[in-house]
């Protein structure tokens, strides 16, 4: 018999498909991952960059005050979007009673795209090299808590807001999106990307101490992991305000629809950038895994090789959030 018990997934493929098998898949496979990798560096750029402002605003007393179209009231939802052809992010204009030359100078070394993606390399770079598997299985565990916390944010902001829907099939309204649209096989590549990423499962679960729970412990964390992107997806979509705002206006990164000045988002940015920050060295992990044990037999055959893999990743995601953070476009 053959021991299948170390196999990562382009063996199976080798196994089934011959060498074609194996080296597509893993091309593929890399596709996924790294492209992953890339959109959590974007993302976690935008958490830490409007963290990172939030908490400056608040101790030099500067008042925000967003520029963009949005709604009225405490519960105040905006539209950074209609205010620019750009990519989508908030405009404000800030009132300062500290010092001019201070706030320029955080203005300078504080940018979204020009510096904050760098900072992450420091954070992130050093856990990527490690080589305990298990550090990165239970460095993740911690992320669970942000995930409850934003289940609790979008409840909160659903109640306040209330349900806005409108459904209408032949008539075009400014307000609502059509039900059906002609770039809708564009979600086909998201499905496709979401599904095939799951190929790393197999070198999750080889970690496990009780093999024999893995098919009910992977069945729990799809039925966990499915209604959770259900349950956010459709409350905050069915919530935002239309009228008077289009549902067109709904960010890519939900919270931006948010004012600069929110708490609850504040916390929920904080909440996701710890999240991400335990999850992008699991994908890192699992990338190294797959494509060092193809070309050398072993998942860590040195920490020069680990680190050249990880500068590569990790240049891939700084260049796309310096030059082109748009989540949407890169998973497309």
């Known amino acids: 018999l053959t021991d299948t018990s170390n196999w990562e997934f382009p063996d199976v493929c080798k196994y089934y498909f011959g060498s074609f098998g194996q080296w597509s898949s893993l091309l593929f496979s890399m596709v996924s991952l790294v492209g992953a990798m890339v959109v959590y560096w974007v993302l976690m750029s935008n958490f830490l960059f409007n963290t ?9 007393d500067i008042n925000v005050t967003d520029i963009v179209p949005g709604t009225n009231g405490s519960n105040k939802v905006i539209c950074p979007s209609a205010a620019s052809d750009d990519s989508p992010q908030n405009r404000s204009v800030m009132f300062s009673s500290g010092n001019r030359t201070g706030f320029e100078l955080f203005e300078e070394w504080w940018d979204k795209s020009q510096t904050v993606p760098f900072y992450l390399i420091a954070v992130l770079l050093p856990l990527l090299n490690l080589k305990s598997p298990s550090f990165f299985a239970k460095f993740n565990v911690l992320g669970t808590v942000s995930v409850v916390y934003l289940v ?100 890519q990164n939900f919270l931006d629809n948010f004012p600069s000045d929110d708490i609850m988002s504040f916390v929920a940015r904080i909440f996701l950038l710890f999240q991400m920050m335990t999850v992008y060295p699991l994908l890192c992990y699992l990338a190294r895994v797959q494509l060092l044990r193809q070309f050398f037999g072993n998942a860590y055959p040195s920490f020069f090789h680990v680190l050249i893999l990880n500068l590569a990743i990790v240049g891939a995601g700084v260049a796309m959030a310096r030059f082109y953070p748009n989540i949407g476009g890169i998973i497309r």
């Open 52 to 60: 990172g402002k939030f908490i400056y605003n608040f101790v030099h």
């Open 152 to 251: 609790f944010l979008v409840t909160v902001k659903a109640a306040h807001l209330g349900i806005h829907l409108e459904f209408n099939w032949f008539t075009e309204n400014e307000f609502f999106v059509p039900e059906f649209r002609i770039l809708f096989p564009q979600l086909t590549g998201v499905l496709t990307l979401a599904f095939f990423i799951h190929n790393c499962v197999i070198t999750l679960l080889q970690n496990n101490r009780n093999q024999e729970n893995n098919v009910r412990d992977l069945s729990i964390a799809y039925l966990l992991v499915g209604l959770t992107y259900m349950y956010v997806g459709v409350i905050i979509f069915a919530s935002f305000p239309s009228p008077p705002l289009s549902k067109d206006c709904i960010e």
